[in-house]
């Protein structure tokens, strides 16, 4: 077995490729799958809402996380492959249902595609805050979303390609096959560590919530991830509705924003282990918040690229920053269930985003809801300001 609190890059790379399962579901839900049912006839309205079952058991990982910590004898390496498993297997069947046909049974499916998700991310998250250092967290996520950002540049390119050239369903397998090569490096690591006697879950994750910074905390949380759920339905559906724009050419324009991504992982990771997480926040929220109002302007393809390219850097930057922010508050003991918590309010964030998307461009037109999509930035803002953390915060 390997022993990956011995290397930092087998560290790295295990939930870096972790986090590259993530990516490719995020592609599938948000691209490829919202396409997929227009082109069955299924109503724009009703499209972003099945989209968003999806990220359903992404807002409620506080069940996964309750489960794993509960469990926590058995480790979290098993509920990882079994995560991965359960998202295999819902794949298969989502190749072969036609959901035209068979609408109901192919969202049964995506929901549990959707859990085995949820299981493998609270299982990886849990995992690293055992074995990181607050010197590092930035770093190590600055890997999980690097990698996560990697299977969206992955997703958006090539597996739009396979959509173009050999039908959507065909994703659906393809993608299976890429999570089977995934998991099997996770059967090979060892756990860290296991805790026979069962904790007392509940009383540790009530005392930690009468903490005042993690109460703001797990209310700027969602409000701040509005934008990026909303953003990934929205600017998919504008390149394709408004723009008239194919599936390959929108999936390279994906990935733009998805290879921009990488870098402000990488920078923000780099930043918030030396300088902290508040101030560099601060800085995402506004640019991106400016950014995304800028696109009203934007009347073809090109514009769209450069700043949904722009944009995209400011989104890595704050999904690291907040996930290292979420880890410094977050109990080692009962890893699982409390930063699956705090990261389910991020998630609910983003499903009230992307499911809302389709009502507010029916309501108001594309343009306005970008205007709006920018100015959601502004109360995340407000909180931000009254959050106060001490220097080196962290529960260890």
């Known amino acids: 077995m390997i022993d990956i609190t011995k290397s930092s890059f ?45 990220l359903i058991p992404m807002t409620i990982k506080f069940i996964w996380g309750g489960i794993v910590d509960y469990f926590n004898k058995y480790g979290r390496r098993k509920f990882i492959i079994l ?22 049974i192919f969202t049964i499916f995506l929901f549990l595609a959707g859990c085995g998700v949820g299981f493998l991310d609270v299982s990886a998250d849990a995992w690293a805050i055992e074995i990181s250092k607050y010197e590092e967290r930035g770093k190590i996520n600055g890997a999980m979303f690097v ?8 997703g958006s390119s090539i ?12 994703v659906f397998f393809i993608t299976a096959l890429i999570v089977l090569l995934i998991i099997l490096f996770p059967v090979l690591v060892k756990d860290t560590r296991k805790i ?37 339905v929205v600017v998919p559906l504008y390149l394709n509705i408004y723009l008239n ?10 990935a733009i924003w998805s290879a921009t991504k990488v870098f402000g992982s990488l920078t923000m990771g780099v930043i ?48 690291t920053i907040l996930g290292t922010l979420l880890m410094d508050v977050t109990n080692p003991k009962i890893g699982a269930t409390q930063y699956s918590i705090l990261t389910s309010l991020g998630n609910l964030g983003m ?46």
């Open 10 to 54: 087998l560290k790295y790379f295990l939930f870096a490729s972790l986090y590259f399962t993530e990516g490719l579901q995020y592609i599938i839900a948000s691209l490829i799958l919202p396409i997929y049912l227009v082109d069955k006839g299924i109503p724009v309205s009703l499209v972003t809402v099945i989209a968003a079952v999806y």
């Open 159 to 170: 597996l739009t390609s396979i959509a173009y050239f050999f039908g959507f369903n065909s």
């Open 83 to 104: 995560g991965g498993s359960l998202i295999i297997f819902s794949l298969f069947f989502l190749f072969i249902i036609d959901p035209s046909e068979y609408l109901a």
């Open 272 to 319: 918030c282990d030396r300088w902290g997480r508040k101030n560099p926040l601060y800085i995402i929220l506004i640019f991106g918040g400016f950014f995304t109002a800028l696109l009203i302007f934007a009347k073809n393809w090109e514009t769209v690229a450069i700043l949904y390219g722009i944009i995209g850097f400011f989104h890595g930057g704050q999904y």
């Open 196 to 232: 026979k006697k069962r904790l007392k879950i509940a009383s540790i994750l009530y005392n930690e919530f009468k903490n005042k910074t993690t109460q703001l905390v797990s209310i700027f949380t969602p409000i701040s991830a509005i934008n990026i759920g909303l953003l990934g």
């Open 351 to 396: 499903t009230v985003g992307e499911s809302s998307s389709g009502i507010m461009v029916s309501i108001l037109g594309f343009t306005r809801t970008f205007l709006y999509g920018g100015l959601f930035f502004g109360p995340a803002l407000l909180v931000l300001h009254v959050i106060k953390l001490k220097k080196n915060y962290c529960k260890v």
């Open 245 to 254: 724009i194919n599936i390959a050419v929108i999936g390279l324009i994906i």
């Open 147 to 154: 990698g996560q950002a990697l299977g969206m540049v992955i």
